[in-house]
């Protein structure tokens, strides 16, 4: 009986090995993801500056001096980045139920470091050195909560999709136990999701402070 119950706690403890060696595996190829994309937006605004910057008037002085004398509604910005970052999280949640889950949360990591690169590499070869103030300006600090939660969520996501239709689910596939899989993991999101609602509230109440003090230099 005492070898059965050394022998049962060594294989919990050797699936808890694997499944976290397997969920940093699966981190560090979201956040190559991520890199990729942000190098990918800092090639493409370098080779085609020309029709992506000077020919759009992106970051340009027209499209920037309003904005800082601009007095936002805080609660409508609230309003309005709660319903698009909460609204990607959704459906990222929601695709991670299909096919397409894993797919959806690389393809995200990888437009949101496109994003990011694009606004970098735009503002430097617009501004020069204030084009760091400028980006840093943009994205700080609610991007230091947004990423991680994404990364975190995105993670989750590919988890769940991989255990549905890769792996199979854990204790059979009758419609009880499907649901009750998926609330539990459904759960296991809910950390993520709640770190994405702060990153909104930072990003509406904090950053356009920010914002307005660094447009001051321009």
Not at 85 to 94: C, E, I, N, P, S
Request: glycine share 10%.
């Amino acid at each position: 009986m005492a070898i059965s119950l050394i022998r049962q706690k060594n294989t919990e403890n050797g699936l808890r090995i694997f499944r976290q060696s397997e969920e940093a595996e699966q981190m560090a190829k979201l956040l190559y993801t991520l890199f990729f994309g942000f190098f990918a937006g800092i090639l493409g605004m370098i080779l085609k500056q020309e029709s992506l910057l000077y020919h759009t008037g992106f970051l340009d002085s027209y499209t920037l001096g309003p904005v800082k004398y601009l007095e936002p509604d805080t609660g409508k910005l609230l309003t309005a980045v709660l319903m698009q970052r909460l609204g990607m999280a959704a459906l990222l949640t929601v695709l991670a139920t299909t096919y397409l889950g894993g797919v959806a949360a690389y393809f995200y990591q990888a437009w949101s470091g496109l994003a990011i690169g694009i606004l970098t590499a735009g503002s430097m070869i617009r501004y020069g050195v204030k084009g760091i103030l400028l980006v840093l300006g943009s994205l700080l600090p609610q991007q230091l909560i947004l990423i991680p939660a994404f990364l975190m969520l995105s993670l989750k996501c590919c988890e769940l999709c991989k255990n549905l239709y890769f792996r199979g689910i854990p204790g059979g596939i009758s419609g009880r136990d499907r649901f009750r899989f998926l609330l539990k993991k459904g759960l296991n999101m809910t950390t993520a999701i709640t770190l994405i609602a702060a990153g909104c509230f930072v990003e509406a109440y904090i950053n356009p402070r920010i914002l307005k003090l660094v447009l001051r230099l321009f």
